[in-house]
């Protein structure tokens, strides 16, 4: 979805310890072209072991880095923390250079709403529409809307309604719990397959719905 380049400005909202921005530097972009903001001090710390110059631990809803700056803005899984997500998209707009390009990922789907979104401090999930208007409506233009994780959509989709019903019948006592679990290695490696065969047929096939949502948009150039 983006095209890589040495010359271009890379930022990453939401970036934790700071793994997409290598993966960035990896696919070609310079390592003084790629920054990093997250309101995690450790996550900042261990990006900057990385080797990774540019990271800053900041509120994503007010970002002070130069406005016009960046060529691509990346943001996976950051949004729903946010209280005020139309404040933050206004932020990011005006950080990106006109004809620069944004790139949000969003758990996708108030149905899927569960512990896991309470303890991870959520304050929504997202259709595809929905963010896309929002986005509109801060000024991007929007060229890409679509569907991520779309073949484990069902089993977690089972799970959940499961849980809930055992959290409302049997242990409604109970605090909050996440869903994320370390997984057996074999399982893991299984899951990181089938995630990039999905990645692969993503550029011939629409999914009809996922487990995220995302939206591709840019700035317009006036």
């Not at 990093?36 to 631990?57: E, F």
């Not at 073949?151 to 959940?160: A, D, G, K």
Request: charged share 25%; net charge neutral.
């Amino acid at each position: 979805m983006m095209d890589i380049k040495a010359d271009r400005r890379y930022l990453d909202i939401g970036c934790s310890t700071g793994a997409l921005m290598q993966m960035l530097v990896e696919a070609g972009a310079k390592p003084e072209q790629v920054y990093g903001v997250d309101i995690s001090d450790p996550a900042i710390a261990r990006a900057r072991q990385r080797g990774l110059p540019h990271v800053h631990q900041m509120d994503a809803e007010q970002i002070t880095l130069p406005q016009g700056f960046f060529d691509y803005i990346v943001s996976s899984d950051c949004l729903e923390h946010l209280r005020n997500d139309k404040k933050a998209l206004a932020n990011w707009f005006e950080l990106l250079k006109p004809g620069g390009s944004i790139l949000i990922f969003v758990p996708a789907f108030m149905s899927l709403w569960s512990e896991h979104d309470v303890v991870n401090h959520h304050f929504r999930r997202y259709e595809p529409g929905e963010l896309a208007a929002k986005m509109e409506a801060a000024g991007f233009e929007v060229e890409q809307t679509g569907y991520w994780n779309f073949f484990l959509f069902m089993p977690i989709w089972s799970f959940r309604m499961i849980k809930r019903l055992m959290r409302r019948w049997v242990f409604n006592s109970q605090p909050p719990q996440e869903d994320l679990k370390t997984p057996n290695p074999l399982v893991n490696k299984l899951l990181y397959g089938l995630l990039q065969w999905e990645n692969q047929i993503m550029r011939l096939v629409r999914f009809p719905f996922g487990v995220s949502t995302f939206v591709k948009a840019k700035k317009p150039l006036s």
